[in-house]
C-alpha cells in the first residue's frame, strides 16, 4: 500500500518537523517564566515568612540554581513526564492539566462547531449574493461578533440570560451543584453524560455550556465566516464552476459539489488560527462563567509567577497545536478532491 | 439510581457522610436546613495550613476541620452583629489549663473524651506531635507560633495522655492567645505518622489533601480549583453542634458573578465582598450584609524614609494634611468601616487603631512643605497592590489630587501581587504606596512590632526610631494591666502620629453577604469563614 | 486536474493606476457599508488629533460631578466612581487606543514582511528559520504570550505595543511568504531580473508591493485585534496604568458594573471599542475593493 506508507511518511515528517517548534517553545517559556518579575519563593512562603524560611522555600523549589541548571533539571524532569508542582493550587501540574484540559477542550471545540455550523453558511449566503443586502448584513453581523471584547460578552450574556431573565443556570462552572457529574470517559462531561445515557445530566452541562460557548462562538464567527465567503467567490469565480455552469450542471449542484468543496479547503486551514485564537479569548471567558479551565489556571500562575504551573501550562498548548495542525493537514488532504485523482 | 432524587432519598435513608462520594444539592437547597453553599473569590490550595505555599484561602480548612487547645469567646459587637472576642480565652479540645505564678509554665487538660474523626481519642501526645510540626517546618507556622514565643520542641511536653505542658522562656501575654489563631491546630499524630516518609517526616505531602483532625467538620470532597466539600463530624465536642450537615465551598473567580450569584438567592453566603456591593446589597431583598471592622488593621498610605524628601518629618506631615479623606472613604470604602482621621491633638486612650490628629488642610500642608524647603515639590510614584485595586485605585486618584494641590506630582502605579511582596514588603523600595496590615492578635503593641520596627516585614517605609524600638520591646510580652502599658502604648501611638511614616486612612471592614435564610455568622481576626457557626435561620 | 486555480490564488497583476478618490467614491457609492467605514474612520482619526480639545471636562479630573451618575445633560455618558466624565474619558482615550494598534500593527507588519519576504524569495535557510520561529510563536495561545510578555517586561503602553506586535508578527510572515513565494519566478519578476535589477530590488521593487493588498486586509484585521487585545490584557489587570484612559481598561473595569446597575460605565467605552474594531474591519474589506478591484466583481 504506496498511499498508506506515504501517508505515514508524510505524519511522520510533519512530528519530525515540530521537534525542534516545542524545543523553542520550552526555551522561550523557560526564559519567559524566569523573566517574570516577583519572588515566588517569597510569594509562596506566605505574608508573615521570614528570610530563613523564604530561602529554605527557595531550595526546595529549585531556585537557588543557576538559570541552566535550572533548565537541564527541568528537562530531565520532563523526560521522566514530571510537570513539577503548581504551587499557587497545590497540584501536580499534569493532575491540574488532566483535570482542567477537557474543561477547556470542551468549551473551545464546542464554540467552534457552534461557531462553523453558524459561519459557513453564513458565509455561502454572502459569497453566492455580494454586494446585496444578504452580503452587507451578513458582514455587519459577524463583524459585530468580533469586534467586542470576550469578557464583556460574557459578562453581558450573564447578566441579561442569568440575572435579568433568570433562564441560564447559576454560573458556577461545568455542572450545577445538584448534579453527579457523570464517570469520566473522555473527561467532556457532555460525552461521558450521553455515554452513560444520563439525559438529564447532560441537559445540566449543556445549559452551563450555552453562554460561554455563545460568547466564544460570537468572537469566532467572523474570521470562518469571511474566509468561507472569500474562499467561495474565489471558487465561484473560477475556470472550473464555469465551465462546469456552461456545461449544464444545475446551481445546486455547481455550489456544494464543485464550489463548496473547493472553499473548504482555505476555511479548515484558517481554523487551526481560529482555534489558537479561541484558546486564548478563553482564558477571559473562563474566568467570567467560573470554568475550571486550563485558562483560567494560566492566569492565575502566571500573576503569581508559578514557573511550573505556567510551563506545563504552554507546553501543553503546544503540544496541542501540533497535534491539531497535523489533524488539519490530514482533514485536508481528505476533502482535497484532488486527492483521489492522485492517488 | 434516579439522579434528580439522589439526594433526598440520600438524606431520608439517613446515609452517613462516608456513603456519600458525591454530591447532589437541590438548587433550592442553597437556602435548605442541610447544606449552605458559600462563594469565595479565591482558591482553596492545601488543606494543610503548615505546608509551604498554602495560601489564605486555605485557612478556613484549618479553622473547620482542625480543633486548638483554645479558642476565642464571641461577643455582640454595636450593631449587634457577632465578633470574637480577644479578651476571652475559651477551653476548645483543652477543657482546662493552669498558668504558673512566674506565668512561664502552661498546663493544659485535654477534654475527656475527645476523638479524632477515625475514633482514635485526642491525647497530649498528639497536641506535642502537631505543635513541634508547626514550629518546626519553618515559613509562616513557625513565624506565628514564635509571635507567642513558642519556637522550640522543647517547649512542649506532653505529661500524660491528658496532660499537655508548655514552658516559656519569659511570660508573655501574647502565648495563650496565640494558641487560639488557626496555626496550632492538632492533628491526629498517628495517622500523620504513618504517612510520613524518611524525606517528609511531618507528613506534609499526606495531609496536604488529607486532612486528620478532631474538628467539627470533615472535608468530604475537594476539587482544586473548584469546590470544597465540607461534612458535618457529629461526634464533634469541642463546641456546639454546627447547623449545616454540609457546606459546600465554591470558588467563583468573578466578582460581579459572586454577587449575581447572591443576589439571585443561589447560594448562602458570599465571603469577602468589596464595599460597594457591601452597601448594595444591604438594601435588596433577601440579602443581609454584615460588615464588620477589622480588628487591629488601617489602610494606610506610607512614605518610604529611604527617599530622600520623605527623610524630612514635615513633608511626611504635610502629606498626612493633604489628603482629601472624607472624599476617599466615600469613593473607595463607599463609607464602610470606621474613619482615621480628624481625631484630637493628643493621644487621650489606648484604643487601637484611633483617629489620627490629621485631616485635609491644605494650607498647613503647603506651609510645612515650604519650611522643609520643597515649596516646588517633587515627583514620586504611588503604588499599590493589583489585587487591592477595588479600593485603592480610587483611594490612589484622590490622593494624587491632594498631592498635587501641594505640588508633589505623583505618578500611580499598579503592581501584580506576586511582585508586591518582594518590592514593596521585602525589599522596602517604594517610596510611596498604600498598605493594608492588619495584625491577627488584637494588641496595639502587637501592630507596632510588626510596622514601626526596622527591618520587620510591614514597616514596608524603613522606619526606625529607637524609642520606639524600645517601647515595643519593653510591651510586647508585657501584660495589659501592668503600670506601664499604658502609657507605653501611649507614647507608641504619640510616636506613630507624629513621625507618621504610615498614614492612616480608614479603618477597613471585612464584608459578608448572606441570604436571609443564614444565621449565626461570627467575625473572626483570620477573616474566614467559620462555617462552625452558621445555622439556618 | 492540478492546473486547477487553487483558492488563495493571487492576482498578478499590479493595482491599476486609475485616480484613488474616484475609485473611492466609486466602492463607497457601490458599498455603502464600506462608505459608512470610511466616514467612522475620518471620525476617528479626528477625536484622535482634537479630542482634548472637543472635550467638556479634563479626563483626569475627579469630582467634576457626583460619582457613579447616569448620563445626563451635564456628563453624556455619565460619570465613573470617583465622579470623572465619562463621555471626555472616552474621547480622550481615542488617541492612545489608535497609537497602540497602529504602532503595534506598523511594527508587526515591517518585520513581518521582512520576514516572510525574506523567507519566501530566498528560500533555503532563511525560510526554515524564519518557518520555526514564526512556528514558536504561533504555537503559543496568541494571548497567552502577550500577557507573558507584559507580566514580564512589566505593564506600560511599550509593552503593550510590542507584546501585540509580537504576536501579530507570524500573520504577515506567513502572508508575505507565500505572497512572494508565489511571485518568485512570475514573468514579470523575471522581466526584472534580466533587466539587470539586484536580487533586493526585485525582490523589494517589483514583488513585494504586489503582496499589499492582501496585507491591507490583514493590517485592518489586525488593528482591530491590537484593542481589543489592549482591553483584555487589562481585564486581568496588565494594562494600561491609571488614571490614563484608555478604553479597554474602561470596559474592563466597568465591567465590574454590570451586575450593579451602572451600565454607562462599561456601555460607552464598550461601543467604542466595538465601533472602532468594527471600522477597521469594514475598512479591511473596503481597502481591498479600493486597491484590488478584480474582487468588486
Same mark, same amino acid.
Given at each position: 500500500?504506496?498511499?498508506?506508507?506515504?501517508?505515514?511518511?508524510?505524519?511522520?515528517?510533519?512530528?519530525?518537523?515540530?521537534?525542534?517548534?516545542?524545543?523553542?517553545?520550552?526555551?522561550?517559556?523557560?526564559?519567559?517564566?524566569?523573566?517574570?518579575?516577583?519572588?515566588?519563593?517569597?510569594?509562596?512562603?506566605?505574608?508573615?515568612?521570614?528570610?530563613?524560611?523564604?530561602?529554605?522555600?527557595?531550595?526546595?523549589?529549585?531556585?537557588?540554581?543557576?538559570?541552566?541548571?535550572?533548565?537541564?533539571?527541568?528537562?530531565?524532569?520532563?523526560?521522566?513526564?514530571?510537570?513539577?508542582?503548581?504551587?499557587?493550587?497545590?497540584?501536580?501540574?499534569?493532575?491540574?492539566?488532566?483535570?482542567?484540559?477537557?474543561?477547556?477542550?470542551?468549551?473551545?471545540?464546542?464554540?467552534?462547531?457552534?461557531?462553523?455550523?453558524?459561519?459557513?453558511?453564513?458565509?455561502?449566503?454572502?459569497?453566492?449574493?455580494?454586494?446585496?443586502?444578504?452580503?452587507?448584513?451578513?458582514?455587519?453581523?459577524?463583524?459585530?461578533?468580533?469586534?467586542?471584547?470576550?469578557?464583556?460578552?460574557?459578562?453581558?450574556?450573564?447578566?441579561?440570560?442569568?440575572?435579568?431573565?433568570?433562564?441560564?443556570?447559576?454560573?458556577?462552572?461545568?455542572?450545577?451543584?445538584?448534579?453527579?457529574?457523570?464517570?469520566?470517559?473522555?473527561?467532556?462531561?457532555?460525552?461521558?453524560?450521553?455515554?452513560?445515557?444520563?439525559?438529564?445530566?447532560?441537559?445540566?452541562?449543556?445549559?452551563?455550556?450555552?453562554?460561554?460557548?455563545?460568547?466564544?462562538?460570537?468572537?469566532?464567527?467572523?474570521?470562518?465566516?469571511?474566509?468561507?465567503?472569500?474562499?467561495?467567490?474565489?471558487?465561484?469565480?473560477?475556470?472550473?464552476?464555469?465551465?462546469?455552469?456552461?456545461?449544464?450542471?444545475?446551481?445546486?449542484?455547481?455550489?456544494?459539489?464543485?464550489?463548496?468543496?473547493?472553499?473548504?479547503?482555505?476555511?479548515?486551514?484558517?481554523?487551526?488560527?481560529?482555534?489558537?485564537?479561541?484558546?486564548?479569548?478563553?482564558?477571559?471567558?473562563?474566568?467570567?462563567?467560573?470554568?475550571?479551565?486550563?485558562?483560567?489556571?494560566?492566569?492565575?500562575?502566571?500573576?503569581?509567577?508559578?514557573?511550573?504551573?505556567?510551563?506545563?501550562?504552554?507546553?501543553?498548548?503546544?503540544?496541542?497545536?501540533?497535534?491539531?495542525?497535523?489533524?488539519?493537514?490530514?482533514?485536508?488532504?481528505?476533502?482535497?478532491?484532488?486527492?483521489?485523482?492522485?492517488? | 439510581?434516579?439522579?434528580?432524587?439522589?439526594?433526598?432519598?440520600?438524606?431520608?435513608?439517613?446515609?452517613?457522610?462516608?456513603?456519600?462520594?458525591?454530591?447532589?444539592?437541590?438548587?433550592?437547597?442553597?437556602?435548605?436546613?442541610?447544606?449552605?453553599?458559600?462563594?469565595?473569590?479565591?482558591?482553596?490550595?492545601?488543606?494543610?495550613?503548615?505546608?509551604?505555599?498554602?495560601?489564605?484561602?486555605?485557612?478556613?480548612?484549618?479553622?473547620?476541620?482542625?480543633?486548638?487547645?483554645?479558642?476565642?469567646?464571641?461577643?455582640?459587637?454595636?450593631?449587634?452583629?457577632?465578633?470574637?472576642?480577644?479578651?476571652?480565652?475559651?477551653?476548645?479540645?483543652?477543657?482546662?489549663?493552669?498558668?504558673?505564678?512566674?506565668?512561664?509554665?502552661?498546663?493544659?487538660?485535654?477534654?475527656?473524651?475527645?476523638?479524632?474523626?477515625?475514633?482514635k481519642p485526642v491525647t497530649a501526645y498528639d497536641v506535642k506531635w502537631s505543635l513541634d510540626r508547626a514550629v518546626s517546618l519553618g515559613g509562616f507556622p513557625t513565624v506565628q507560633m514564635k509571635a507567642g514565643r513558642l519556637e522550640s520542641p522543647d517547649q512542649f511536653e506532653a505529661v500524660?495522655?491528658?496532660?499537655?505542658?508548655?514552658?516559656?522562656?519569659?511570660?508573655?501575654?501574647?502565648?495563650?492567645?496565640?494558641?487560639?489563631?488557626?496555626?496550632?491546630?492538632?492533628?491526629?499524630?498517628?495517622?500523620?505518622?504513618?504517612?510520613?516518609?524518611?524525606?517528609?517526616?511531618?507528613?506534609?505531602?499526606?495531609?496536604?489533601?488529607?486532612?486528620?483532625?478532631?474538628?467539627?467538620?470533615?472535608?468530604?470532597?475537594?476539587?482544586?480549583?473548584?469546590?470544597?466539600?465540607?461534612?458535618?463530624?457529629?461526634?464533634?465536642?469541642?463546641?456546639?453542634?454546627?447547623?449545616?450537615?454540609?457546606?459546600?465551598?465554591?470558588?467563583?473567580?468573578?466578582?460581579?458573578?459572586?454577587?449575581?450569584?447572591?443576589?439571585?438567592?443561589?447560594?448562602?453566603?458570599?465571603?469577602?465582598?468589596?464595599?460597594?456591593?457591601?452597601?448594595?446589597?444591604?438594601?435588596?431583598?433577601?440579602?443581609?450584609?454584615?460588615?464588620?471592622?477589622?480588628?487591629?488593621?488601617?489602610?494606610?498610605?506610607?512614605?518610604?524614609?529611604?527617599?530622600?524628601?520623605?527623610?524630612?518629618?514635615?513633608?511626611?506631615?504635610?502629606?498626612?494634611?493633604?489628603?482629601?479623606?472624607?472624599?476617599?472613604?466615600?469613593?473607595?470604602?463607599?463609607?464602610?468601616?470606621?474613619?482615621?482621621?480628624?481625631?484630637?491633638?493628643?493621644?487621650?486612650?489606648?484604643?487601637?487603631?484611633?483617629?489620627?490628629?490629621?485631616?485635609?488642610?491644605?494650607?498647613?500642608?503647603?506651609?510645612?512643605?515650604?519650611?522643609?524647603?520643597?515649596?516646588?515639590?517633587?515627583?514620586?510614584?504611588?503604588?499599590?497592590?493589583?489585587?487591592?485595586?477595588?479600593?485603592?485605585?480610587?483611594?490612589?486618584?484622590?490622593?494624587?489630587?491632594?498631592?498635587?494641590?501641594?505640588?508633589?506630582?505623583?505618578?500611580?502605579?499598579?503592581?501584580?501581587?506576586?511582585?508586591?511582596?518582594?518590592?514593596?514588603?521585602?525589599?522596602?523600595?517604594?517610596?510611596?504606596?498604600?498598605?493594608?496590615?492588619?495584625?491577627?492578635?488584637?494588641?496595639?503593641?502587637?501592630?507596632?512590632?510588626?510596622?514601626?520596627?526596622?527591618?520587620?516585614?510591614?514597616?514596608?517605609?524603613?522606619?526606625?526610631?529607637?524609642?520606639?524600638?524600645?517601647?515595643?520591646?519593653?510591651?510586647?510580652?508585657?501584660?495589659?494591666?501592668?503600670?506601664?502599658?499604658?502609657?507605653?502604648?501611649?507614647?507608641?501611638?504619640?510616636?506613630?502620629?507624629?513621625?507618621?511614616?504610615?498614614?492612616?486612612?480608614?479603618?477597613?471592614?471585612?464584608?459578608?453577604?448572606?441570604?436571609?435564610?443564614?444565621?449565626?455568622?461570627?467575625?473572626?481576626?483570620?477573616?474566614?469563614?467559620?462555617?462552625?457557626?452558621?445555622?439556618?435561620? | 486536474?492540478?492546473?486547477?486555480?487553487?483558492?488563495a490564488s493571487p492576482k498578478l497583476e499590479g493595482p491599476t493606476r486609475t485616480s484613488y478618490w474616484q475609485h473611492l467614491r466609486h466602492v463607497a457609492s457601490e458599498n455603502p457599508v464600506t462608505g459608512v467605514a470610511f466616514g467612522l474612520f475620518a471620525l476617528f482619526i479626528g477625536m484622535?488629533?482634537?479630542?482634548?480639545?472637543?472635550?467638556?471636562?479634563?479626563?483626569?479630573?475627579?469630582?467634576?460631578?457626583?460619582?457613579?451618575?447616569? @448620563?445626563?445633560? %451635564?456628563?453624556?455618558?455619565?460619570?465613573?466612581? !470617583?465622579? &470623572?466624565?465619562?463621555?471626555?474619558? +472616552?474621547?480622550? =482615550?481615542?488617541?492612545?487606543?489608535?497609537?497602540?494598534?497602529?504602532?503595534?500593527?506598523?511594527?508587526?507588519?515591517?518585520?513581518?514582511?521582512?520576514?516572510?519576504?525574506?523567507?519566501?524569495?530566498?528560500?533555503?535557510?532563511?525560510?526554515?528559520?524564519?518557518?520555526?520561529?514564526?512556528?514558536?510563536?504561533?504555537?503559543?495561545?496568541?494571548?497567552?504570550?502577550?500577557?507573558?510578555?507584559?507580566?514580564?517586561?512589566?505593564?506600560?503602553?511599550?509593552?503593550?505595543?510590542?507584546?501585540?506586535?509580537?504576536?501579530?508578527? @507570524?500573520?504577515? %510572515?506567513?502572508?508575505?511568504?507565500?505572497?512572494? !513565494?508565489? &511571485?518568485?519566478?512570475?514573468?514579470? +519578476?523575471?522581466? =526584472?531580473?534580466?533587466?539587470?535589477?539586484?536580487?533586493?530590488?526585485?525582490?523589494?521593487?517589483?514583488?513585494?508591493?504586489?503582496?499589499?493588498?492582501?496585507?491591507?486586509?490583514q493590517i485592518s484585521l489586525n488593528m482591530g485585534w491590537a484593542i481589543l487585545n489592549a482591553a483584555g490584557l487589562s481585564f486581568i489587570g496588565l494594562g494600561v496604568q491609571p488614571p490614563t484612559p484608555e478604553w479597554g481598561i474602561m470596559v474592563a473595569e466597568g465591567a465590574n458594573f454590570?451586575?450593579?446597575?451602572?451600565?454607562?460605565?462599561?456601555?460607552? @467605552?464598550?461601543?467604542?471599542?466595538?465601533?472602532?474594531?468594527?471600522?477597521?474591519?469594514?475598512?479591511?474589506?473596503?481597502?481591498?475593493?479600493?486597491?484590488?478591484?478584480?474582487?468588486?466583481?
Open positions: 500500500m504506496p498511499f498508506m506508507l506515504d501517508r505515514l511518511r508524510k505524519v511522520a515528517m510533519r512530528l519530525l518537523q515540530a521537534v525542534p517548534t516545542v524545543f523553542g517553545i520550552l526555551v522561550v517559556c523557560f526564559l519567559l517564566t524566569r523573566a517574570l518579575p516577583g519572588d515566588p519563593a517569597a510569594y509562596f512562603a506566605g505574608d508573615m515568612a521570614d528570610a530563613e524560611s523564604i530561602e529554605r522555600l527557595r531550595q526546595e523549589m529549585g531556585l537557588d540554581q543557576p538559570l541552566p541548571v535550572q533548565f537541564l533539571t527541568y528537562l530531565k524532569d520532563l523526560a521522566g513526564g514530571d510537570l513539577g508542582m503548581a504551587v499557587s493550587t497545590g497540584q501536580p501540574v499534569m493532575a491540574e492539566l488532566a483535570s482542567r484540559l477537557p474543561a477547556s477542550l470542551e468549551l473551545t471545540l464546542g464554540a467552534l462547531l457552534l461557531s462553523f455550523v453558524i459561519a459557513v453558511p453564513l458565509g455561502v449566503l454572502a459569497a453566492t449574493r455580494p454586494n446585496t443586502w444578504v452580503d452587507h448584513l451578513c458582514r455587519f453581523l459577524v463583524t459585530a461578533g468580533v469586534s467586542l471584547p470576550t469578557f464583556f460578552t460574557g459578562l453581558v450574556l450573564m447578566y441579561i440570560f442569568y440575572y435579568l431573565l433568570g433562564w441560564a443556570p447559576a454560573p458556577m462552572g461545568r455542572l450545577d451543584m445538584m448534579y453527579l457529574p457523570p464517570d469520566p470517559v473522555t473527561g467532556f462531561l457532555t460525552i461521558d453524560a450521553a455515554i452513560a445515557g444520563e439525559w438529564e445530566v447532560l441537559g445540566a452541562a449543556l445549559a452551563q455550556l450555552a453562554l460561554p460557548l455563545i460568547t466564544l462562538a460570537l468572537f469566532t464567527l467572523a474570521p470562518i465566516a469571511r474566509m468561507t465567503r472569500a474562499a467561495m467567490l474565489q471558487t465561484l469565480g473560477s475556470d472550473f464552476v464555469r465551465t462546469a455552469r456552461a456545461a449544464g450542471l444545475s446551481g445546486r449542484r455547481v455550489l456544494v459539489t464543485y464550489a463548496f468543496r473547493n472553499a473548504l479547503l482555505p476555511v479548515v486551514t484558517t481554523l487551526g488560527m481560529v482555534f489558537s485564537f479561541v484558546l486564548g479569548a478563553n482564558v477571559l471567558v473562563e474566568k467570567v462563567f467560573a470554568w475550571p479551565g486550563i485558562g483560567s489556571f494560566a492566569v492565575e500562575a502566571l500573576v503569581v509567577s508559578d514557573y511550573a504551573a505556567v510551563q506545563g501550562f504552554v507546553l501543553s498548548m503546544a503540544l496541542l497545536f501540533v497535534a491539531l495542525n497535523l489533524l488539519i493537514d490530514v482533514t485536508y488532504t481528505l476533502i482535497d478532491p484532488r486527492v483521489g485523482e492522485e492517488a | 439510581m434516579d439522579r434528580r432524587h439522589f439526594l433526598k432519598g440520600a438524606a431520608s435513608l439517613g446515609l452517613g457522610a462516608s456513603l456519600l462520594p458525591y454530591l447532589k444539592v437541590l438548587p433550592a437547597s442553597a437556602a435548605s436546613n442541610e447544606t449552605a453553599v458559600v462563594v469565595i473569590g479565591g482558591t482553596i490550595n492545601s488543606l494543610d495550613i503548615h505546608r509551604s505555599g498554602t495560601n489564605r484561602d486555605s485557612y478556613q480548612v484549618a479553622i473547620n476541620c482542625y480543633d486548638r487547645l483554645v479558642s476565642f469567646g464571641t461577643k455582640e459587637m454595636p450593631d449587634g452583629s457577632l465578633s470574637y472576642d480577644f479578651d476571652n480565652v475559651q477551653p476548645e479540645l483543652a477543657e482546662s489549663w493552669e498558668i504558673s505564678d512566674d506565668g512561664t509554665v502552661m498546663t493544659f487538660t485535654i477534654r475527656e473524651g475527645a476523638t479524632f474523626w477515625d475514633g500524660d495522655d491528658r496532660t499537655f505542658r508548655i514552658t516559656l522562656p519569659f511570660p508573655s501575654k501574647l502565648a495563650l492567645p496565640d494558641l487560639a489563631t488557626p496555626i496550632p491546630i492538632v492533628i491526629n499524630s498517628e495517622v500523620a505518622k504513618a504517612n510520613a516518609t524518611d524525606d517528609d517526616p511531618w507528613a506534609t505531602e499526606y495531609l496536604h489533601r488529607n486532612p486528620a483532625g478532631s474538628g467539627a467538620y470533615k472535608v468530604a470532597r475537594w476539587d482544586s480549583g473548584q469546590q470544597l466539600v465540607y461534612e458535618r463530624n457529629d461526634d464533634w465536642i469541642g463546641g456546639e453542634v454546627p447547623g449545616y450537615q454540609r457546606v459546600i465551598v465554591r470558588e467563583v473567580p468573578s466578582q460581579s458573578t459572586r454577587r449575581a450569584l447572591i443576589e439571585r438567592g443561589n447560594v448562602s453566603a458570599s465571603h469577602n465582598i468589596p464595599n460597594k456591593d457591601a452597601r448594595e446589597l444591604a438594601d435588596k431583598p433577601g440579602v443581609k450584609v454584615v460588615s464588620t471592622p477589622i480588628e487591629n488593621c488601617i489602610y494606610s498610605l506610607c512614605t518610604n524614609l529611604d527617599f530622600e524628601p520623605f527623610k524630612d518629618k514635615r513633608v511626611r506631615q504635610a502629606v498626612a494634611w493633604s489628603i482629601p479623606y472624607q472624599k476617599i472613604f466615600e469613593q473607595a470604602a463607599y463609607e464602610q468601616g470606621v474613619p482615621m482621621w480628624g481625631g484630637s491633638d493628643t493621644v487621650d486612650e489606648i484604643s487601637w487603631p484611633q483617629k489620627s490628629p490629621y485631616e485635609e488642610n491644605i494650607e498647613k500642608a503647603r506651609a510645612l512643605m515650604a519650611e522643609a524647603g520643597y515649596e516646588d515639590g517633587f515627583e514620586v510614584p504611588l503604588s499599590f497592590n493589583l489585587s487591592h485595586a477595588d479600593w485603592a485605585e480610587p483611594a490612589a486618584l484622590q490622593i494624587q489630587r491632594g498631592l498635587e494641590k501641594i505640588g508633589i506630582r505623583a505618578s500611580i502605579e499598579k503592581i501584580p501581587g506576586a511582585n508586591w511582596r518582594t518590592i514593596a514588603l521585602v525589599d522596602k523600595k517604594l517610596p510611596l504606596h498604600l498598605e493594608n496590615f492588619g495584625g491577627w492578635l488584637n494588641t496595639p503593641d502587637y501592630y507596632f512590632f510588626w510596622a514601626y520596627i526596622k527591618g520587620n516585614l510591614f514597616n514596608s517605609y524603613n522606619y526606625d526610631n529607637p524609642e520606639m524600638a524600645k517601647l515595643v520591646d519593653d510591651t510586647l510580652d508585657m501584660a495589659m494591666d501592668h503600670p506601664d502599658y499604658e502609657p507605653n502604648v501611649r507614647r507608641m501611638i504619640e510616636l506613630a502620629f507624629d513621625d507618621i511614616p504610615r498614614i492612616p486612612l480608614w479603618q477597613p471592614t471585612l464584608n459578608v453577604a448572606f441570604n436571609d435564610k443564614v444565621e449565626g455568622y461570627e467575625y473572626w481576626f483570620h477573616r474566614q469563614m467559620d462555617i462552625r457557626a452558621l445555622e439556618p435561620a | 486536474m492540478t492546473s486547477m486555480s487553487t483558492p484622535a488629533v482634537f479630542g482634548p480639545w472637543l472635550v467638556p471636562f479634563d479626563p483626569l479630573e475627579t469630582d467634576v460631578g457626583p460619582a457613579l451618575q447616569a @448620563p445626563s445633560g %451635564a456628563h453624556w455618558f455619565g460619570t465613573d466612581q !470617583s465622579g &470623572r466624565d465619562v463621555f471626555s474619558r +472616552v474621547v480622550v =482615550a481615542t488617541r492612545l487606543d489608535l497609537l497602540i494598534s497602529v504602532s503595534a500593527v506598523a511594527i508587526s507588519f515591517v518585520l513581518g514582511s521582512i520576514m516572510g519576504s525574506f523567507a519566501g524569495y530566498f528560500g533555503g535557510w532563511t525560510d526554515r528559520i524564519t518557518g520555526r520561529v514564526v512556528d514558536t510563536i504561533m504555537a503559543f495561545p496568541l494571548f497567552v504570550l502577550a500577557m507573558g510578555i507584559v507580566a514580564a517586561a512589566g505593564n506600560t503602553v511599550e509593552n503593550i505595543v510590542y507584546a501585540t506586535a509580537i504576536i501579530n508578527l @507570524p500573520f504577515y %510572515a506567513r502572508m508575505a511568504r507565500a505572497e512572494v !513565494s508565489i &511571485r518568485r519566478n512570475a514573468g514579470f +519578476v523575471q522581466a =526584472a531580473r534580466l533587466s539587470g535589477n539586484s536580487e533586493l530590488r526585485v525582490l523589494f521593487g517589483h514583488i513585494f508591493p504586489n503582496t499589499l493588498p492582501p496585507m491591507m486586509v454590570i451586575v450593579s446597575g451602572e451600565w454607562w460605565l462599561v456601555m460607552f @467605552p464598550g461601543l467604542m471599542l466595538m465601533l472602532a474594531v468594527f471600522t477597521f474591519n469594514l475598512i479591511g474589506d473596503g481597502l481591498r475593493d479600493l486597491v484590488d478591484p478584480q474582487r468588486r466583481t
